[in-house]
Every structure is written in C-alpha cells, then in structure tokens.
C-alpha cells in the first residue's frame, strides 16, 4: 500500500480526525500543513476538485471531507475498521453519530475558535505543535491577516458565536447519551470517536469552555482518543454569552 499524503491547517480539528485514522490504521503518511486561507488555491493547485481540508491523497486517489476520507481508508484499508460490520445494530448508530460531529459540530467550534483568535493571538503557537511547519513562532507572530481573513471566511461573528454557544449544551447533551448508549467512548475507537473527539478537545483548548465540558462524559471519552491534544486560549468571550453553558452546569 502506499504512503497517503495528507494536507492540512495547523490545528484543524477535522485534519486531527483523519491523522488519527491513519495512525489507527497503521497507514505510513505524511502531512502538509498549510496556511489558513491561503490553503484554498493552494488545494486546487494539488489537483483537488474543492478548496477544504482534509484533503488526503492516497492509492492514487484525491479525498475531501472527513467523513468521505474515512469511508475511503475503509475501503483501501479495511482492517481495522471504523464502522461495525453491516448487519451489526450499532452500525447506523455509529454514522448518526460520525454526521452529527461533521455537520453540526465540527463548524461551530471553527467559529468560536476563530472569534477568539481574531481579537488574542498571544497563544496561536500552541495549536502549531503537531503542524509541518517551519519557524513555528515566526508564523504565530505573522498570522494576523490570515487569522482575521480565516474569522470572516467562516463567518464568526458576534452573532453567529452567541447563537453556537447558546446550542452547545443540547449539543453535549446528545453527545453524552451516546457515550452512555456505547455508541462512542469504547474501548477501541471507531469512525464517530475520530470525528467528534477532536471538536470536543479544540472546544476544551478554549478556557471559557473547558469548565462546561471536562467533566462530562464526553469530555473523558474525547481525551481517551487523543490524551495530548495541543493548545490552549485564554478567556475572552463575553460572559452573557457563556450563560447557558453556566445555567446547564449547574
């Protein structure tokens, strides 16, 4: 088989998704980091139909999207799996789950992420640590123009971040009921743990948010998954909008 390449963003939480497929499948890889939103022609000129990451190539194959890339290492790489078999009942449980952390999670951490970042930058090296990237320091320190065109590429706004905080408690909610249904949290990792853990952890790097989500069950079950996730940022969200965090916590 192959060597895979995978093309990523320093920190990207969905790129952590798929290093950590490969890894669990024993797939010898490489990783190209680039840089936000100057990533986007960078990919077209890869040979890529669109302009998002994960992009993986592999087996002489060019793969998007988390969820696409990890049907792919099924299929080129069958053992050992990430969805039950077919015919096992946990198998649609699995995928529910897999789309709920790519469709309706993995953006809107992005978004928070991104807010923060575009007003304190002051800890960006710390999500570098794990990125191919020369003089690590030297780009933290240049990043702001790409950090603000990344904070509006993805729309973080005022609004947009207060309405994504408002949501996160049913969100963890769910997620905790499919830790206690076995679900995700097992003890060998599938498909839906690989998607989800890395949101969760990019959302417990975030001071405001770690408080709310550590102690549940899906907070131990994300750090199972990858106990050394990098980075952290300090607080910086207006405590209004933590209010339901705060209010489902207690």
Do not use: C
Request: aromatic residues 4%.
């Amino acid at each position: 088989m192959s060597k895979a390449t995978l093309f990523t963003l320093p920190g990207s939480h969905p790129g952590t998704s798929i290093e950590l497929m490969l890894r669990f499948k024993r797939i010898e890889h490489r990783r190209i980091d680039l840089l936000p939103a100057a990533h986007r022609p960078l990919l077209r000129l890869a040979g890529f139909p669109g302009n998002t990451v994960p992009a993986l190539r592999f087996n002489g194959e060019r793969l998007q999207g988390s969820i696409e890339i990890a049907r792919a290492l099924d299929r080129l790489g069958p053992e050992p799996p990430l969805l039950p078999p077919e015919g096992d009942p946990r198998r649609e449980a699995v995928l529910e789950a897999e789309r709920f952390g790519e469709a309706e999670l993995q953006h809107p951490v992005r978004q928070i992420i991104w807010w923060l970042l575009a007003r304190d930058r002051s800890t960006l090296a710390t999500y570098m640590e794990r990125a191919n990237l020369p003089a690590k320091e030297l780009a933290a320190k240049t990043a702001a123009p790409l950090v603000l065109a990344s904070a509006r590429l993805n729309d973080a706004t005022d609004e947009n971040v207060r309405a994504r905080l408002a949501r996160l408690p049913e969100q963890l909610d769910r997620l905790d009921a499919w830790v206690e249904e076995g679900v995700i949290g097992g003890e060998t990792p599938n498909a839906a743990d690989f998607q989800i853990a890395p949101s969760i952890l990019l959302a417990m790097s975030m001071e405001d948010l770690r408080p709310a989500i550590e102690g549940r069950p899906i907070g131990a079950a994300a750090r199972r998954v990858d106990p050394d996730f990098p980075g952290r940022l300090k607080a910086g969200l207006p405590p209004e909008w933590l209010e339901p965090l705060r209010a489902a916590a207690s």
